[in-house]
C-alpha cells in the first residue's frame, strides 16, 4: 500500500481539492483506495458523503490521532488531507503514515514565505533525508506559464524539491466538490485541460 500525505500549514491552498481529486483518480483507475482526513472539521470525509453509490467507490479511512486504526487490508492507495496549522502529534503521525508528501502551495511571494519553514523541516526529516519519503510540490491555481510559476520553481528548486505540476484556477473544481465529483468523474470534454495538467502529478504518485 502507498500513503500519500497531502499538506501544508497554511490554510486555503487547495489542499482538499488536491486529496479528494487524487484518491477520485486511483478509484477511477480500479485501484482499491481509502481517503483519510485528519482535520477536526472532517471536510474531505464530508465530501465522501456527498458521493454517490454509483461512481468509483472511495473508502472512508478513521485516523484518529489518539488510536489511529489500520486501513482496511489489501488496500492499494491511501490519501490523507491535513488542517492548515498542522505540527507536533498530527504532523508527526502524517509522516509516520507517509510514503509520499504532496505539498500544494500558490505561488505568491506571500504564501511561499508562509510554506518555507514547513518545507525546510519536511527535508530535514529523517526519513526524507534516507529517501523513505519522497516530497513534490504542486502549484495550485497558478497558470504554468507565467512568471509567479517560475518565481516557484525557482524557490522549490533551492530546497531540491520536484514541481510535480500546476493546478488552474478553475470553477471545475468547486462545482464538480458539491456534488463528491472529481475530474475523473466527468465527461473527458469539460475538464480537458484539467486532466493535462494532473498527469505528470498521478504518474509521481502512482509510482
Same mark, same amino acid.
Given at each position: 500500500? *502507498? ?13 482538499? *481539492?488536491?486529496? /479528494? ?19 477536526? &472539521? ?6 465522501? *458523503?456527498?458521493?454517490?453509490? /454509483? ?8 485516523? $484518529? ?15 490523507? $488531507?491535513?488542517? %492548515? ?8 503521525? %502524517? ?18 514565505? %508562509?510554506? &518555507? ?11 526524507? +533525508? ?15 506559464? /507565467? ?6 520553481? +525557482? ?13 488552474? $484556477? ?7 466538490? %458539491? ?19 494532473? &498527469? ?8
Amino acid at each position: 500500500m *502507498t500513503v500519500i500525505v497531502v499538506a501544508n500549514p497554511k490554510g486555503g491552498v487547495g489542499k482538499s *481539492t488536491l486529496a /479528494t481529486n487524487l484518491a477520485g483518480y486511483f478509484a477511477a483507475n480500479g485501484e482499491w483506495v481509502a481517503l483519510a482526513d485528519l482535520d477536526k &472539521q472532517r471536510s474531505a470525509h464530508a465530501w465522501l *458523503t456527498l458521493r454517490a453509490d /454509483t461512481l468509483p467507490r472511495i473508502e472512508e479511512w478513521q485516523v $484518529d490521532i489518539d488510536a489511529p486504526s489500520k486501513p482496511p487490508k489489501g488496500l492499494e492507495k491511501a490519501v490523507v $488531507d491535513t488542517p %492548515a496549522g498542522i505540527h507536533g502529534n498530527r504532523l508527526a503521525l %502524517a509522516l509516520e503514515l507517509a510514503d509520499k508528501v504532496i505539498v500544494p502551495l500558490q505561488p505568491s511571494m506571500f504564501d511561499i514565505l %508562509a510554506t &518555507q519553514d514547513f518545507l525546510q523541516k519536511l527535508s530535514k526529516e529523517k526519513a526524507v +533525508r534516507k529517501g523513505a519519503i519522497e516530497i513534490g510540490v504542486v502549484g495550485m491555481r497558478v497558470d504554468a506559464r /507565467t512568471r509567479s510559476a517560475d518565481q516557484l520553481h +525557482r524557490f522549490v528548486e533551492g530546497l531540491e524539491l520536484p514541481v510535480l505540476g500546476f493546478v488552474r $484556477d478553475t470553477q471545475n473544481y468547486v462545482q464538480l466538490a %458539491a456534488h463528491g465529483l472529481t475530474i475523473w468523474d466527468v465527461a473527458k470534454s469539460r475538464v480537458e485541460k484539467d486532466l493535462e495538467q494532473w &498527469q505528470p502529478i498521478v504518474e509521481w504518485a502512482g509510482k
